[in-house]
């Protein structure tokens, strides 16, 4: 059973702080990564994508992938109450399937 | 900017009433997708769909669901004979490749079986 696991949260971080979320993943046979943002009864929102060990940044936010690790991590810089959200991981095989983690609630206090 | 759509937003049908759920893709797409989320759970992959065929789908689909590309534009899932564990958001995707590329996610339809 190929898992993608988050620790739930909720993760609080005081606004204008980095909140770093954390993914762990079972297939070594995934090729990318996604991390999507969820706000409550909507759906899924591309944040990022990253398909090669390091560092890929975007604006406010850094994904980060070490696949010997099998570990993908998402920093958000200056946290803003907007950001408060649902974060979900998903890997993928080469091919269609999306395997989702359970989503880490992230709490941005002002 | 393109994006994808999904209709109804919201659908309550009685336990054993077929349900056909509708997507327009991003235009330009070539694989499309059905995952679903039950209330608090994650997101499961349902289905997805190339060049009208099944591509891959989840032990979740079994004969009661199937799935559609009636025209150039839209993608159906139908429930045939829906259950009570049939309640939960249904999203539609859709990617212009396969493989690494990303997925776009529609707002989703909210089916309630009672």
């Known amino acids: 059973q190929k898992e993608v696991e988050q620790n739930s949260g909720p993760l609080s971080v005081p606004e204008g702080a980095i909140a770093s979320l954390n993914c762990t993943y079972s297939?070594?046979?995934?090729?990318?990564f996604f991390w999507y943002r969820q706000y409550s009864g909507k759906s899924p929102e591309l944040i990022m994508s990253i398909y090669s060990n390091g560092d890929k940044e975007d604006g406010r936010f850094t994904a980060q992938l070490n696949k010997a690790s099998q570990y993908v991590s998402l920093l958000i810089r200056d946290s803003q109450p907007s950001d408060s959200a649902t974060y979900l991981c998903a890997a993928a095989e080469y091919g269609n399937k999306l395997v989702f983690g359970a989503g880490t609630i992230l709490r941005v206090k002002s | 900017e393109p994006e994808v759509t999904q209709t109804p937003s919201h659908q309550v049908t009685q336990m054993g009433q077929e349900v056909i759920l509708r997507c327009v893709p991003i235009?330009?797409?070539?694989?499309f997708y059905w995952y679903r989320q039950i209330l608090g759970q994650k997101v499961e992959f349902l289905v997805s769909?190339?060049?009208?065929?099944?591509?891959?789908k989840s032990e979740i689909f079994d004969d009661q669901f199937s799935v559609e590309r009636p025209d150039g534009s839209n993608f159906t899932l139908k429930i045939r004979s829906t259950k009570l564990e049939d309640s939960a958001m249904y999203f539609c995707?859709?990617?212009?490749?396969?493989?690494?590329?990303?997925?776009?996610f529609g707002p989703g339809t909210r089916l309630l079986v009672l």
């Open positions: 995707a859709s990617s212009l490749l396969a493989g690494t590329e990303t997925q776009y």
């Open positions: 769909f190339y060049n009208n065929e099944i591509s891959e």
């Open positions: 297939d070594r046979g995934s090729q990318s």
């Open positions: 235009s330009n797409h070539l694989y």
